[in-house]
């Protein structure tokens, strides 16, 4: 696959180690809010204002997750949240959908970074 970018980014090591380890708290994140998410009871599924809601206390919790501004925490839940609702839509529409699953640390790279 070959990738088109818009603007290329040649970063430092130090922006690209910064930006990787942004990448991983919110991978760390994502996979929170999945586990808090799936062990709630069926009938009492927390939705994102729910979760959105639980930030603050997470954050208290688990000091790495103060690292991350709260717009951006907040755009981390509202992903899952959306993707929750694609897999709904399409299982409503006849299509075999899997589940969300945990994402290890080899599966957060979400963009190409370029030296």
Known sequence: MEYSHRYRAYQTQEVADRLEHHLDVHRQLDN????????SPEDDKPS???QNNKLPEWKQR???FSELH????Q?????FHQDLTVLRELKEKGYKV???TRQA????????LLN
């Open 62 to 64: 688990w000091s790495l």
């Open 98 to 100: 899997g589940r969300l």
């Open 32 to 39: 929170q809010v999945r586990w808090d998410y799936e062990n």
């Open 48 to 50: 994102e204002c729910d």
């Open 70 to 73: 709260s717009k951006a925490a």
């Open 105 to 112: 640390p080899s599966d957060s790279c979400r963009g190409t």
């Open 75 to 79: 755009a981390t839940v509202g992903r």
